[in-house]
């Protein structure tokens, strides 16, 4: 049985709560998306998207992620390379 604090995070896209381990994490660097490992912590502000392509497509339509990140970002990588990587 495991026992612990389980970090539940809310979905940009379709603002649904789900535990970290189960989602993709976004943080932006020099103006620049980049997936960060849940694993590795980069520092800074991240935000959290459900692994389906339409939460992903909801965030980067509606400008949801640079809210969430509080910056602008020129560089916003395609849907599909997200879930390669992912």
Request: aromatic share 4%; with cysteine.
């Amino acid at each position: 049985m495991n026992r612990g604090h389980v970090p539940i995070r809310t979905c940009v896209g379709c603002r649904s709560r789900r535990p970290a381990v189960e989602m993709i994490r976004m943080q932006a660097q020099d103006k620049k998306l980049i997936l960060a490992d849940n694993k590795t912590n980069f520092g800074g502000r991240a935000c959290y998207i459900c692994p389906l392509v339409k939460c992903a497509e909801k965030a980067f339509k509606k400008g949801r992620l640079e809210k969430a990140l509080r910056t602008e970002i020129e560089i916003i990588p395609s849907v599909e390379s997200i879930f390669k990587k992912a």
